[in-house]
């Protein structure tokens, strides 16, 4: 790890090597404190456990308390992550709601279980980046389906006001959460709400040094369509995502200029470091050759649906939230229905 920091520093730029070392935190968050997504969800649902999705919440609510005034005060320099209401938004969040309960981690727990070494996710993750790759191909044919432009909460009302819209709408699912587990159950845990506060900071230094918000599957995307370029297999001056003159240029660049793929890969690092010495307590050695086979079918679902709905958990929920994007406000509900049947199939499937 301080070997691949110096070479950044060296032979890319400062600027990398430091949004690597945001990354290597983000993993290391995320694998400590067990910090999972789907994992929270998972359990408000099955067990109506609330602990893990009021970590989010809180997340969320500490991000867009320093991400909204920044955004207003550096409009030109910053970016939410805005993402337009659309058909594709409907389908792809719902879906990726259902792949990542079967896939056992979105889009961040695929990366961090990965590189923890747990079997399955590190099976899913090319096939998770093949999926990004495909939607991202074909998310124009989506959108001519129904789509209207993007709406950022900072730019219609204001910072303050956007802010206070967040924190409105972030209390009211935490007193749903409550009321569908009940007031005796416990909601704080204090590991989880430890790793809400990193990955708070993480993801506005994220902003501050990216000039964009914390995202997963864009990273996973531009991976194939760069083999895919190189192998002569896919021309991206005929799409109409990958044409656009931000991702050609992206393409013809070193993967270590994207500012998403150098967090990814600190959150691998992060990840592994948090494994090293540790012994597995992964159970996809006991999984069956049905179930590897939904898990990885789910992968894939989990890569495609992630582009049509304009993020994962981070890219739409988080990022787009705590940026005031009205499309993670639409995600959220979708992807959990989503979620709902996933855990039915997953149960279905027997683990």
């Known amino acids: 790890m301080a070997a691949f920091f110096l070479a950044l520093v060296w032979f890319v730029s400062m600027r990398q090597a430091v949004l690597f070392l945001v990354g290597v935190g983000m993993g290391g968050v995320l694998a400590g404190a067990r910090f999972g997504f789907t994992t929270g969800w998972r359990r408000l649902i099955e067990q109506r456990d609330p602990r893990g999705v009021?970590?989010?919440?809180?997340?969320?609510?500490?991000?867009?308390?320093?991400?909204?005034?920044?955004?207003?005060?550096?409009?030109?320099?910053?970016?939410?992550?805005?993402?337009?209401?659309?058909?594709s938004l409907i389908v792809?969040?719902?879906?990726?709601?259902?792949?990542?309960?079967?896939?056992?981690?979105?889009?961040?727990?695929?990366?961090y279980?990965?590189?923890?070494?747990?079997?399955?996710?590190?099976?899913?993750?090319?096939?998770?980046?093949?999926?990004?790759?495909?939607?991202?191909?074909?998310?124009?044919q989506w959108l001519t389906l129904g789509a209207v432009a993007p709406v950022g909460l900072v730019g219609r009302f204001?910072?303050?006001?956007?802010?206070?819209?967040?924190?409105?709408?972030?209390?009211?699912?935490?007193?749903?959460?409550?009321?569908?587990c009940g007031k005796a159950k416990p909601w704080f845990d204090?590991?989880?709400?430890?790793?809400?506060?990193?990955?708070?900071?993480?993801?506005?230094?994220?902003?501050?040094?990216?000039?964009?918000?914390?995202?997963?599957?864009?990273g996973f995307g531009l991976w194939v369509a760069k083999i895919a370029v190189a192998t002569g297999a896919f021309d991206p001056a005929a799409n109409?995502?990958?044409?656009?003159?931000?991702?050609?240029t992206t393409l013809s660049q070193s993967v270590f200029l994207d500012v998403t793929s150098i967090t990814n890969i600190g959150i691998l690092a992060g990840a592994l470091w948090i494994a090293a010495g540790q012994a597995s307590t992964s159970a996809s050695a006991s999984l069956t050759a049905r179930q590897w086979?939904?898990?990885?079918?789910?992968?894939?679902?989990?890569?495609?649906?992630?582009?049509?709905?304009?993020?994962?958990?981070?890219?739409?929920?988080?990022?787009?939230?705590?940026?005031?994007?009205?499309?993670?406000?639409?995600?959220?509900?979708?992807?959990?229905?989503?979620s709902v049947l996933g855990l039915r199939i997953r149960r279905h499937f027997g683990y």
């Open 54 to 87: 009021m970590a989010q919440l809180f997340l969320m609510a500490l991000a867009a308390a320093v991400s909204m005034p920044l955004l207003a005060a550096f409009p030109h320099d910053l970016g939410a992550a805005l993402g337009p209401p659309s058909i």
């Open 92 to 111: 792809g969040a719902f879906v990726f709601g259902a792949a990542m309960q079967m896939a056992d981690g979105c889009g961040s727990g695929t990366l």
């Open 113 to 140: 279980k990965a590189g923890l070494g747990i079997p399955l996710n590190m099976a899913i993750l090319p096939v998770f980046a093949l999926g990004s790759f495909l939607g991202s191909a074909q998310l124009e």
């Open 158 to 180: 204001g910072p303050w006001e956007a802010l206070g819209l967040t924190c409105l709408g972030l209390a009211i699912l935490g007193a749903a959460a409550r009321l569908w």
């Open 190 to 218: 204090r590991r989880l709400f430890i790793g809400a506060v990193l990955l708070a900071i993480l993801a506005v230094l994220n902003l501050a040094i990216a000039g964009q918000p914390w995202g997963v599957v864009y």
């Open 240 to 248: 109409p995502f990958w044409s656009q003159p931000v991702n050609l």
């Open 293 to 338: 086979t939904v898990g990885i079918i789910a992968g894939f679902l989990l890569g495609y649906s992630s582009r049509l709905a304009f993020g994962c958990n981070i890219g739409a929920m988080v990022s787009g939230i705590s940026t005031g994007s009205v499309h993670g406000w639409i995600w959220v509900p979708l992807a959990f229905c989503g």
